[in-house]
């Protein structure tokens, strides 16, 4: 059984640009969550998704989004990237209405600096 | 909405001695509540949760937390502490409604001294 997978690990982007960040969920997990973990602070939920669609949505303005595909891989897109987006962004996949029972299997992220 | 405060920053303590990282939380309802240990550039490492029942769970690595509703704290807790539980811990909590999400604490870094 494989675990949560992210791509790539590190990535510099210039402000202003965009940026794809990609997860492989683990296998038999159906839903995918973001998170956007600042330096020295908790993760954030930026979105979740099921059956390719959001199912709910953090305090992130519309310029991050994501994609689930049928494979249940998932797409964070980050639109006119700002500085205060340099972070660890962090996926997890979950069984769905059986994620709190059975948690919530994070990657190891990919560290996303914007300069 | 819900919280999450782990009021320590740093917790410090000789390899041997008993820890307690500490949690509290503010949700409507009943909670669900987890435990990550994340080390250095690397993602979350689940240790355990609490869903319902006994108050006292057991978790990962020999780690344990007790659940107080009265006192809505969730606080970590190993009785003889490694060397290698040196890490960042978090605290979370999910409410039990329709929003799945989970919202993290602030975090708190365990140094485990030799």
């Known amino acids: 059984e494989t675990g949560v997978t992210q791509s790539p690990t590190h990535l510099i982007k210039t402000r202003g640009q965009q940026v794809t960040l990609r997860c492989s969920s683990q296998?038999?997990?159906?839903?995918v969550s973001w998170y956007q973990q600042a330096l020295g602070q908790g993760p954030q939920f930026i979105f979740q998704?099921?059956?390719?669609?959001?199912?709910g949505r953090g305090n992130f303005p519309p310029r991050f989004s994501g994609l689930q595909f049928p494979n249940y891989s998932s797409e964070l897109n980050v639109n006119a990237l700002e500085l205060d987006d340099s972070a660890l962004y962090l996926c997890?996949?979950?069984?769905?209405?059986?994620?709190?029972?059975?948690?919530?299997?994070f990657g190891s992220g990919t560290r996303l600096t914007v300069v | 909405a819900q919280s999450v405060a782990q009021p320590e920053d740093q917790v410090n303590v000789a390899e041997g001695n008993p820890l307690t990282v500490k949690c509290t939380y503010s949700?409507?309802?009943?909670?669900?509540l987890f435990w990550y240990v994340q080390y250095p550039n690397r993602g979350l490492q689940f240790l355990l949760k609490?869903?319902?029942?006994?108050?006292l769970v057991k978790g990962s690595y020999g780690f344990e937390a007790e659940f107080n509703k009265s006192q809505t704290s969730f606080h970590l807790k190993k009785p003889s502490a490694l060397v290698s539980d040196s890490a960042l811990y978090f605290c979370?909590?999910?409410?039990?409604?329709?929003?799945?999400?989970?919202?993290f604490g602030s975090g708190t870094q365990l140094t485990v001294l030799p």
């Open positions: 998704y099921y059956r390719e669609e959001e199912n």
């Open positions: 296998s038999g997990h159906n839903t």
């Open positions: 609490y869903i319902t029942g006994d108050n």
């Open positions: 997890a996949s979950s069984l769905a209405g059986l994620d709190r029972a059975y948690g919530y299997t």
């Open positions: 949700v409507s309802g009943n909670p669900y």
């Open positions: 979370a909590v999910s409410p039990s409604g329709s929003a799945r999400q989970l919202t």
